[in-house]
């Protein structure tokens, strides 16, 4: 994390606020706009006793960025879990724009799996979700999805300053938001003893999607399979 995500909060560039406010108006009006992957958000196992695994959050956990959900984070997660051994099936949901809240209202699709894995944050940055409500958010999530003997895990929030789709200043905004959200889950992973799992990979535009926002298949893979390692750990 660089100093400047450190040291300042992201009123810090209230003096380019006008501009910040303009150039969000223009991302929001220029990007692409790509659909949620097509596809059953359920990848089963042959085996009876497999982990499962729900998956909740944004645009990501629906696959936008693919045109098939197997091709999304979800299934590189399985996929790499079951190449290395670990019989697993899962279930993706969510919806594309959804803040921790949102996804706080659906309803469960399997009650109480083997591990509760949480991918948020793009959205509640952008639309400024206090610290205050983000953490009551976290808690009600897991109290809502997770059951007693689950293995709560968190992906980190991403770093909106490196999305290519973001000019200057509004990129270095986000990122201060962003940044202060995932402190915020860092300190309350290490508080409920829930996992939080930091991949360190580049926002690459090799990588990225043509709306410069998602993954593209190459990402989702690389970010999968980064995810299943961690996953494998776990006590």
């Avoid at 970010?223 to 494998?232: D, F, P």
Wanted: hydrophobic letters at 45%; glycine letters at 6%; a positive charge.
């Amino acid at each position: 994390m660089s100093f400047l995500k450190r040291s300042l909060a992201p009123w810090a560039l209230a003096p380019l606020l006008p501009l910040i406010l303009w150039q969000g108006k223009q991302v929001r009006r220029n990007t692409v706009r790509l659909p949620e992957a097509m596809g059953e958000p359920h990848f089963p196992a042959t085996d009876d006793n497999a982990l499962s695994l729900l998956h909740l959050g944004e645009s990501t956990v629906t696959g936008v960025g693919v045109r098939h959900i197997r091709d999304g984070l979800t299934a590189n997660i399985i996929n790499s879990l079951q190449r290395d051994g670990v019989a697993a099936c899962a279930w993706a949901q969510g919806h594309n724009g959804a803040t921790v809240a949102e996804i706080n209202a659906l309803a469960p699709t399997i009650i109480h799996p083997d591990i509760l894995l949480v991918t948020l944050g793009v959205n509640d940055t952008v639309r400024m979700t206090s610290n205050k409500d983000w953490r009551q958010q976290l808690k009600l999530c897991v109290a809502r999805f997770a059951g007693p003997d689950t293995h709560v895990c968190f992906t980190q929030v991403p770093d909106m300053a490196a999305f290519p789709a973001l000019p200057t200043p509004l990129n270095q905004f986000l990122g201060l938001r962003a940044s202060k959200l995932h402190r915020t889950l860092k300190s309350l992973c290490l508080q409920k003893k829930w996992h939080l799992l930091e991949v360190d990979l580049p926002v690459a535009e090799h990588w990225m999607a043509k709306d410069g926002y998602h993954p593209n298949a190459e990402g989702y893979r690389v970010w999968g399979e980064s995810i299943a390692r961690q996953l494998k750990q776990l006590p």
